[in-house]
Each structure stands twice: as structure tokens, then as C-alpha cells.
């Protein structure tokens, strides 16, 4: 309890201090730090790239995963070795993905060497535009395309863990639903479209929640793999804790990011308990 | 026979299984093992090293002589060497004191500088730190009060003559000196590939002007002119600083740093629309780069020139075999002829300390010749003495050593030793904003925005 919550409540304390120097100032400050993050530019583009990170991430994992899992659930020849195929990255930690797709989505070499000859050479993680970008705020909003190339590299160390829990989702489903419905004339796409993806609804809220505590912490992958990027296209609230609070001795402002941080974890996970708690009761 | 045959083949099965399942668990630990490898190899040999001082100890003598336990992030290639000599020699003087080696690996100090802030804030201090001169060592750590001055092992030692004043002043607040020089690197260097200048018949560029001629020829013969690698952001600040330093003069930079210069000042919007000018040079893909990246650029020919400091000397000459005069050559930056860029390693002496004697002991030894001549021709360094022995060092430190002498030095901003680091911190992200942007008022409002911090 202490070593969580006590924590919890402590940087809330400190982030509403004046502790922004390495020589501790517990002086009440008010919001001063929260109004200046939602003001800072590298702030403001770390919470556009963690949404449409988020957004990207969760939707290619639920997507590449449930595909996956029904194809395998076809049992197609072999289907233990691609499942283990498709396991295999996540035993891997973020760290060692974002190393290897830092080199496998160089702009210079990796993928590029070979997209050369098709005359197209993505600049992938180095690419500063903004897609269907407009000013808002001190920064452009929009869909930063460097962003693409971690979603990808995320979604490769991911889709296992979907597909794992899409398999298992896929054989919970009886055969004689399934069955009941080819009986009504259901074509078998619309016996997945109608009858199993629903089914299969509270997995994917599941995997939704997973996913959405990843995205929204991720810092290790983005350490390893494209460092803030430049311009901050690559950048999250966690990259800038750390390097504000232990480079920079913000210590106020970091605090301000882990309780902004938190809250927005809280938007996903809370309605999620709040559920859970209704079904059992 | 057939039953038998059959055992066989199915101990063969087995066998084959049990290999398959060896291989694979052999393949995840290759692949983690890849994956921590910066770190962990680095603490090892870190472990390692330490246990073998601390052994080195307890064979040749009683170990009553206390325990200095020197904490740095010096892990890499060279530095490593440098310092685990300077244990050695140490343990020759001293057989009685224990030397600790507490290294901590990764990311060019600010992984250890994390740890120390840790340790210093819970009062358990290291016996001396490596800290760079200038602010971050009066900013942060004397400004904390969490530093013992050291002017008697100054005067007991002789040592106000020795060191260049501008470098004592730079580890000193007010009369009150707080930690010994070991090292000097040089931040305005700027290192060329030969056989791409004598190709396109270039002359070294002294001013600006003329590096702006220099890069705009290379590049119409499809030559990068500059290599960046601002993977981290501090190599372009570097940029930065040096371009200050040639419109400002080192005077001029030294008052902007004391903030009788404000940020808006026309020069300052100058040497912001310089940089603007200077990026137009470098080669497209430094976001994905860090510094050693973008010195191979400059290796292989690709691109003609490389601001960094000397510690690339040390990247060119030992990773990549080149020939220091030969394969490459260096010059000051643009403008910045006879001014000296300092980027010093020092080491001090914290409050609450176990063993104040001992680590007296060690910070002497830091600052004699003996020590500064056994690390900084192994680190690549000059030693920040100024009557070293010049023959122990190869010709770029002798070169170097020599301008040391006689230029006017200025501090470091990317390198924390001209701010605090939180101003360094905000103005690297104003750096790496505007070199995607290129927004001059922006990034002047930016720099201005955060000199209170300064």
C-alpha cells in the first residue's frame, strides 16, 4: 500500500510544488507546472503521438491478431508451428524490438536498401511531416508519419499476445452456434461478421485495455528504437519524464507528467473495473 | 531386432526433440543477451574490474588504509582503459587504500548521472564523482550544499599555477574550489576527410564566410559538406554554441552565460539565422543518428566534415583505423580560431563522506602529472595540467595541448559546463525543434523563455 499509493500521493504532492531545481523547494505552486506542460510544445506533441500511437497500435493488434487467429482456427497444416511463430516475439522485451527495427527501418539501410530498387525510400522514423496537419495549440496536429514506423514495430512485438487470446476466444465458441447459423443461410463470412466476432466481443475489450496501458506508458520501445525524434515526432509523456525530471531536474514538472500520465490510464482502466464489477455483482 | 530398432528410433525422436527445445531456448538467450548487451557487458567488465582492484588489494596489503570508491560513466572504449590504468597506478602509490571502481554505463553520462542524483539525494554519496566543470558541478551539486570546498589540497599541492586559471575558476564559486581537473576535451573542433577536400581542391575554411563557399562547393559536387548526427540533440546545440562563440567572441559568449546578454540580442538572432544556414548542410538522415553514425559518414567519404569534440579523434583513430594528418585532418571551428571549446572531467569531494582521508589521498593523486599523463593519452584526452609531459601524447594532443596553452577557453553549453542543466535540457529541445522548423523568432522566444533557469 505504501510503496504504491504512498508514491502516488506523493508525486501528486510534489507536483504541485515549486521543485524544479536539484536543491528541493516544497513551496505550493498551485497548477503552475500543469499550465505549463499543456503549454509546452514537447508536451503538447507527446500527447498527439500517444493518441494516434494508441489508436493506431490497438486497432493493427486486434486486426492482425483476429485474422491470425482464424486462420489458424481453420486448422490450417502446421498451424503449432505458426502459432509459436507468431508467439515467439513476445517473449522478446521492448528494448531488443526497438533496437532491431531501429536498424530494419533505418532511412539508410534495413528495408530501404531493398526499396531502392522500386525507387521508393520511405524516411520512416526520421520523416517530420504531419499528416492532414492544422496549427493547434503551439504545434501542428495531425498524424506524425515517423509515429507509423513504431506503431509497426510495436504491433510485430504485439499481435501474439492478440492472437493467443483470439485462439482461445475462437475455441470457446461452439460449434453448433456456428452451425445454427450456416442452418439460417448465413454465408461464412457472415457467420464470422454476424455471429463469432460478436462473440467475441469481451476478449477484445480485454485486449483493448492491455494494449491501451502499453501505448499509453510505452517508453522502452521509443528509447531503444527513434529517442524523441526530431522535432518530437517520435516523443511520449514517459521520454519526457524521465528526461526532464533526471537531466533536466524538473522534478515538479516530471511529477506533473506521471499524474497526467496516470489519469489518462485511469479513462481506460476504471470504466473497465467499473464493468467488471456490475457482471459480478 | 525389429522391437530394437524401433527403441531406437524413438530414442532418436526424443533426442532430436530435446535437441530442438535446447536450440530454441539457446536462441531466446542469444537474443535477450543481444538485447541487454550495452549495459550488461559494460557492468561486468565494471564488476569485474572492481573485484579485481579490490583483489589486487587484499593480496599486496592490509587494506586498512580506507576505501575510496570513485563513481563515473566512464565505460566505453578508451576511457575505460584510461581510468582502470589510473586504479592501477593508484594501488602502486597506495597499497593500503581500496579502490572501488563504481561505473555506471550508458548514454553519454546521463544514466549515471541519474544514479548519482539518486544517491546524493538519500546521502549516500560516492567517496568523488566524475562531473563535468562549470555549472553542472556549482548549479547542482555546490548550489545543493552537497560539496566540501577543496582549497587546501590546492595550495598543499602547488596547484594554483598548474592549472590554467580560466579552468580553476570554471570549478571554483567565488574563492571556494570544489573538485580537481583530470582531463580536457576540445567541443570546437571540426574534423574533414582529407581525400575529399584534396579531391574538390578545398582550402580549410577559417571564417564563416568561407565555410559557407567550402559547404555550397561540396554540395554542387554532391558531396555532404557537414555531418550530423542528432539522434540525442546535443551534437547540433554544439553547432550552436560554437556559432556563438565565433559572433560573440569568448567574452561575448562568457556574458550571454552570465545573462548581461539577453537571448533577443540581434547577434544572438544572427548567429540562430547562421545555424539555420548551417543545416542546409548536413545529410538527410541525421534524426536517425548519433554522433559515432555520423563520423562514419566522414570515413567513408561521404561527407567532407564533422563538428564534435575530440573524442572522435579517439573514434576515428581507434574504431574506424584511420591516420590522425593523414586519412583526416581537423581545424577549429569556423571562427572560432584561438578560442578553446573545454569539456573538463572532474572529481570533487562530497559532504558525508565515509573516508575523508583516503579520498584526500585519491584527489591528489588525480591532480599530479603522474595520474593526468597514465589516463589522458589512454582516454584521448589532454591532461588538464598545463606542464604535462607533451611527449606522451600522439600528434593531435600535442597540437592541442599547445593551443590549450595560450587560447581563451569558454565552457561547454551542450556539455552542461556554461548553464545549469535545466537550461541545457530546454535548450537542447529548442535546438531540436529548430532544426526541423527553422523558426528563428520561435526558437529565440524558446532560449529566452528559459534563461531564468540558467
Given at each position: 500500500?505504501?510503496?504504491?499509493?504512498?508514491?502516488?500521493?506523493?508525486?501528486?504532492?510534489?507536483?504541485?510544488?515549486?521543485?524544479?531545481?536539484?536543491?528541493?523547494?516544497?513551496?505550493?505552486?498551485?497548477?503552475?507546472?500543469?499550465?505549463?506542460?499543456?503549454?509546452?510544445?514537447?508536451?503538447?506533441?507527446?500527447?498527439?503521438?500517444?493518441?494516434?500511437?494508441?489508436?493506431?497500435?490497438?486497432?493493427?493488434?486486434?486486426?492482425?491478431?483476429?485474422?491470425?487467429?482464424?486462420?489458424?482456427?481453420?486448422?490450417?497444416?502446421?498451424?503449432?508451428?505458426?502459432?509459436?511463430?507468431?508467439?515467439?516475439?513476445?517473449?522478446?522485451?521492448?528494448?531488443?524490438?526497438g533496437?532491431?527495427?531501429q536498424?530494419?527501418?533505418?532511412?539508410?539501410?534495413?528495408?530501404?536498401?531493398?526499396?531502392?530498387?522500386?525507387?521508393?525510400?520511405?524516411?520512416?522514423y526520421?520523416?517530420?511531416?504531419?499528416?492532414?496537419?492544422?496549427?493547434?495549440?503551439?504545434?501542428?496536429?495531425?498524424?506524425?508519419?515517423?509515429?507509423?514506423?513504431?506503431?509497426?514495430?510495436?504491433?510485430?512485438?504485439?499481435?501474439?499476445?492478440?492472437?493467443?487470446?483470439?485462439?482461445?476466444?475462437?475455441?470457446?465458441?461452439?460449434?453448433?452456434?456456428?452451425?445454427?447459423?450456416?442452418?439460417?443461410?448465413?454465408?461464412?463470412?457472415?457467420?464470422?461478421?454476424?455471429?463469432?466476432?460478436?462473440?467475441?466481443?469481451?476478449?477484445?475489450?480485454?485486449?483493448?485495455?492491455?494494449?491501451?496501458?502499453?501505448?499509453?506508458?510505452?517508453?522502452?520501445?521509443i528509447y531503444a528504437m527513434t529517442g524523441s525524434g526530431a522535432?518530437f515526432v517520435t516523443d511520449v509523456?514517459?521520454l519526457?519524464?524521465?528526461e526532464?525530471?533526471?537531466?533536466?531536474?524538473?522534478?515538479?514538472?516530471?511529477?506533473?507528467?506521471?499524474?497526467?500520465?496516470?489519469?489518462?490510464?485511469?479513462?481506460?482502466?476504471?470504466?473497465?473495473?467499473?464493468?467488471?464489477?456490475?457482471?459480478?455483482? | 531386432?525389429?522391437?530394437?530398432?524401433?527403441?531406437?528410433?524413438?530414442?532418436?525422436?526424443?533426442?532430436?526433440?530435446?535437441?530442438?527445445?535446447?536450440?530454441?531456448?539457446?536462441?531466446?538467450?542469444?537474443?535477450?543477451?543481444?538485447?541487454?548487451?550495452?549495459?550488461?557487458?559494460?557492468?561486468?567488465?565494471?564488476?569485474?574490474?572492481?573485484?579485481?582492484?579490490?583483489?589486487?588489494?587484499?593480496?599486496?596489503?592490509?587494506?586498512?588504509?580506507?576505501?575510496?570508491?570513485?563513481?563515473?560513466?566512464?565505460?566505453?572504449?578508451?576511457?575505460?582503459?584510461?581510468?582502470?590504468?589510473?586504479?592501477?597506478?593508484?594501488?602502486?602509490?597506495?597499497?593500503?587504500?581500496?579502490?572501488?571502481?563504481?561505473?555506471?554505463?550508458?548514454g553519454?553520462?546521463?544514466?549515471?548521472?541519474?544514479?548519482?542524483?539518486?544517491?546524493?539525494?538519500?546521502?549516500?554519496?560516492?567517496?568523488?564523482?566524475?562531473?563535468?566543470?562549470?555549472?553542472?558541478?556549482?548549479?547542482?551539486?555546490?548550489?545543493?550544499?552537497?560539496?566540501?570546498?577543496?582549497?587546501?589540497?590546492?595550495?598543499?599541492?602547488?596547484?594554483?599555477?598548474?592549472?590554467?586559471?580560466?579552468?580553476?575558476?570554471?570549478?571554483?564559486?567565488?574563492?571556494?574550489?570544489?573538485?580537481?581537473?583530470?582531463?580536457?576535451?576540445?567541443?570546437?573542433?571540426?574534423?574533414?576527410?582529407?581525400?575529399?577536400?584534396?579531391?574538390?581542391?578545398?582550402?580549410?575554411?577559417?571564417?564563416?564566410?568561407?565555410?559557407?563557399?567550402?559547404?555550397?562547393?561540396?554540395?554542387?559536387?554532391?558531396?555532404?559538406?557537414?555531418?550530423?548526427?542528432d539522434k540525442e540533440s546535443?551534437?547540433?546545440?554544439?553547432?550552436?554554441?560554437?556559432?556563438?562563440?565565433?559572433?560573440?567572441?569568448?567574452?561575448?559568449?562568457?556574458?550571454?552565460?552570465?545573462?548581461?546578454?539577453?537571448?533577443?540580442?540581434?547577434?544572438?538572432?544572427?548567429?540562430?539565422?547562421?545555424?539555420?544556414?548551417?543545416?542546409?548542410?548536413?545529410?538527410?538522415?541525421?534524426a536517425s543518428?548519433n554522433?559515432?553514425?555520423?563520423?562514419?559518414?566522414?570515413?567513408?567519404?561521404?561527407?567532407?566534415?564533422?563538428?564534435?569534440?575530440?573524442?572522435?579523434?579517439?573514434?576515428?583513430?581507434?574504431?574506424?583505423?584511420?591516420?590522425?594528418?593523414?586519412?583526416?585532418?581537423?581545424?577549429?571551428?569556423?571562427?572560432?580560431?584561438?578560442?578553446?571549446?573545454?569539456?573538463?572531467?572532474?572529481?570533487?569531494?562530497?559532504?558525508?563522506?565515509?573516508?575523508?582521508?583516503?579520498?584526500?589521498?585519491?584527489?591528489?593523486?588525480?591532480?599530479?602529472?603522474?595520474?593526468?599523463?597514465?589516463?589522458?593519452?589512454?582516454?584521448?584526452?589532454?591532461?588538464?595540467?598545463?606542464?604535462?609531459?607533451?611527449?606522451?601524447?600522439?600528434?593531435?594532443?600535442?597540437?592541442?595541448?599547445?593551443?590549450?596553452?595560450?587560447?581563451?577557453?569558454?565552457?561547454?553549453?551542450?556539455?552542461?559546463?556554461?548553464?545549469?542543466?535545466?537550461?541545457?535540457?530546454?535548450?537542447?529541445?529548442?535546438?531540436n525543434?529548430?532544426?526541423?522548423?527553422?523558426?528563428?523568432?520561435?526558437?529565440?522566444?524558446?532560449?529566452?523563455?528559459?534563461?531564468?533557469?540558467?
Open positions: 500500500m505504501v510503496f504504491v499509493y504512498g508514491f502516488i500521493s506523493w508525486s501528486g504532492y510534489v507536483s504541485l510544488s515549486n521543485y524544479n531545481t536539484i536543491v528541493p523547494d516544497f513551496s505550493f505552486a498551485g497548477l503552475k507546472n500543469y499550465i505549463y506542460l499543456f503549454q509546452d510544445f514537447r508536451f503538447q506533441a507527446g500527447l498527439r503521438n500517444t493518441l494516434f500511437f494508441t489508436i493506431l497500435f490497438i486497432g493493427a493488434v486486434i486486426v492482425s491478431g483476429l485474422v491470425l487467429a482464424i486462420l489458424l482456427d481453420k486448422s490450417v497444416k502446421g498451424e503449432s508451428v505458426f502459432r509459436n511463430i507468431f508467439l515467439f516475439p513476445m517473449a522478446l522485451s521492448f528494448v531488443v524490438t533496437v532491431v527495427w536498424w530494419l527501418l533505418h532511412p539508410s539501410t534495413g528495408f530501404n536498401y531493398f526499396l531502392k530498387f522500386l525507387n521508393i525510400e520511405p524516411k520512416w526520421t520523416d517530420t511531416n504531419i499528416l492532414a496537419g492544422f496549427k493547434w495549440g503551439s504545434i501542428e496536429f495531425g498524424l506524425p508519419v515517423a509515429i507509423i514506423a513504431v506503431v509497426i514495430a510495436a504491433v510485430w512485438q504485439m499481435t501474439g499476445f492478440s492472437l493467443a487470446m483470439y485462439i482461445a476466444g475462437l475455441r470457446a465458441i461452439p460449434e453448433e452456434v456456428r452451425e445454427a447459423a450456416r442452418m439460417d443461410g448465413a454465408s461464412e463470412f457472415q457467420v464470422y461478421m454476424r455471429v463469432v466476432i460478436p462473440m467475441l466481443m469481451p476478449i477484445t475489450m480485454s485486449v483493448v485495455i492491455i494494449m491501451a496501458h502499453i501505448s499509453l506508458k510505452i517508453f522502452d520501445l522535432n509523456p514517459g519526457y519524464m524521465f526532464t525530471t533526471f537531466r533536466g531536474n524538473y522534478y515538479a514538472n516530471g511529477a506533473a507528467i506521471s499524474i497526467i500520465m496516470l489519469l489518462l490510464v485511469a479513462v481506460f482502466i476504471v470504466p473497465y473495473l467499473w464493468t467488471n464489477r456490475k457482471g459480478d455483482q | 531386432m525389429c522391437k530394437r530398432i524401433q527403441n531406437q528410433k524413438k530414442g532418436e525422436i526424443i533426442l532430436r526433440k530435446f535437441y530442438s527445445l535446447l536450440l530454441l531456448v539457446a536462441l531466446v538467450l542469444v537474443i535477450a543477451a543481444c538485447g541487454a548487451n550495452d549495459k550488461d557487458n559494460a557492468n561486468d567488465k565494471n564488476n569485474k574490474a572492481s573485484d579485481n582492484a579490490a583483489n589486487d588489494n587484499n593480496d599486496s596489503a592490509s587494506g586498512d588504509g580506507g576505501t575510496v570508491e570513485i563513481f563515473s560513466w566512464w565505460t566505453g572504449a578508451g576511457e575505460e582503459e584510461g581510468l582502470l590504468a589510473l586504479i592501477d597506478l593508484f594501488n602502486e602509490l597506495q597499497p593500503d587504500i581500496t579502490v572501488e571502481n563504481a561505473a555506471v554505463a550508458g553519454a553520462g546521463t544514466n549515471a548521472k541519474a544514479v548519482l542524483t539518486t544517491r546524493m539525494q538519500g546521502n549516500d554519496p560516492p567517496s568523488t564523482f566524475q562531473v563535468h566543470g562549470g555549472e553542472e558541478l556549482n548549479k547542482s551539486w555546490v548550489a545543493a550544499d552537497k560539496m566540501e570546498p577543496i582549497n587546501d589540497l590546492y595550495e598543499a599541492n602547488d596547484w594554483m599555477d598548474k592549472f590554467p586559471d580560466e579552468l580553476i575558476e570554471l570549478v571554483s564559486d567565488g574563492d571556494d574550489i570544489y573538485s580537481v581537473p583530470v582531463n580536457v576535451h576540445r567541443g570546437n573542433v571540426v574534423f574533414y576527410n582529407k581525400a575529399v577536400f584534396e579531391e574538390h581542391g578545398i582550402e580549410v575554411p577559417t571564417t564563416l564566410d568561407e565555410f559557407f563557399d567550402v559547404a555550397e562547393k561540396l554540395q554542387a559536387a554532391g558531396v555532404t559538406p557537414l555531418a550530423l548526427g546535443w551534437e547540433a546545440t554544439m553547432i550552436f554554441e560554437n556559432l556563438l562563440a565565433a559572433e560573440l567572441g569568448t567574452d561575448g559568449y562568457l556574458d550571454l552565460f552570465a545573462g548581461d546578454i539577453e537571448f533577443d540580442d540581434p547577434k544572438i538572432v544572427k548567429v540562430a539565422e547562421d545555424l539555420g544556414k548551417v543545416l542546409e548542410y548536413v545529410n538527410e538522415d541525421h543518428r554522433w559515432q553514425d555520423s563520423a562514419q559518414l566522414v570515413a567513408e567519404g561521404e561527407a567532407a566534415m564533422l563538428n564534435m569534440g575530440d573524442w572522435a579523434k579517439g573514434y576515428f583513430v581507434n574504431d574506424l583505423k584511420l591516420e590522425t594528418n593523414e586519412d583526416f585532418g581537423y581545424f577549429a571551428f569556423p571562427g572560432t580560431d584561438g578560442d578553446f571549446s573545454v569539456i573538463t572531467d572532474t572529481f570533487g569531494k562530497p559532504k558525508g563522506i565515509d573516508d575523508v582521508p583516503a579520498t584526500e589521498e585519491f584527489l591528489t593523486f588525480l591532480g599530479s602529472t603522474e595520474a593526468q599523463d597514465v589516463f589522458n593519452p589512454i582516454k584521448g584526452s589532454i591532461p588538464a595540467r598545463i606542464d604535462a609531459d607533451v611527449e606522451k601524447y600522439d600528434a593531435y594532443g600535442q597540437d592541442t595541448m599547445e593551443d590549450f596553452k595560450t587560447a581563451n577557453l569558454f565552457p561547454s553549453l551542450a556539455h552542461g559546463s556554461a548553464a545549469s542543466e535545466g537550461f541545457v535540457t530546454k535548450a537542447n529541445q529548442a535546438v525543434i529548430f532544426v526541423t522548423q527553422g523558426d528563428v523568432d520561435n526558437f529565440i522566444t524558446a532560449l529566452k523563455n528559459a534563461a531564468p533557469d540558467m
